[in-house]
DNA sequence: ACCGCGATGCCCT
DNA sequence: GGGCATCGCGGTA
């Protein structure tokens, strides 16, 4: 399948969030594949939205990836134990993401039980192999990314996203979530989900 | 099924 | 020192 352009990235975070439902996330480690469907998304969008990590412009350590230019990942700690992973769109300069919520497990299966509850895929129980990959941080674990992967190239070989298949589907919107701290920027519906 | 809560570390004021 | 772009558990139904 065909990989994802830098351009790809290069648009606004709204676009490039319901554009990435669909989209096949590959983490290649120890020469060792995993992939994984992208089922939600939500647009973080930079100077003007008061739930961004770069609201206002703000410039710390933290978010200093986020100016750097299209298609390299943002990768933070929250609640001091879980990572999530976004993806940096928009030009360098103008600090946008994409936040990813939720895959669907494709190739990988066992890496990923592993990753997550240090058993093969079939030892799994139900509720584990319903839980694999359906939140921000759950992802993350299952993927193996955590701070390391801050920084990483999009468009190199580690970390990256592909075409999907020709499945058709529709697109939920709703609001965003755990950012109550946002003001009247809670309410905007800038979270999307993958339906059917 | 839904709800409440504690875990735990890093970032930024 | 306050607060988090979360998760999983254990309680009540």
New binding site residues.
Partial sequence: MKRLSREFYNRDSLIVAKELLGKVLVRERDGQKICAKIVES?A?MGIEDK????YGG?R????EVMYGGPGFS?V???????Y?F?IVTREEGTPQ?V?LRAVEPIGGLDLMAQN?FKKTYDQLTKSQMK?LTN?????CKALFIDKGSNGEDLCGSKLYIEEGGNERFKIVVTKR???D?AGEAKDYLWRFYYRR
Avoid at 51 to 54: E, F, G, L, M
């Fill in positions: 939500e973080y739930a961004a990590h770069s703000r710390t350590p933290r978010v943002y933070f700690m929250v609640y001091g134990m879980h999530c976004n993401a936040l997550r839980a939140g921000p941080g759950k992802l979530v755990g950012i701290y």
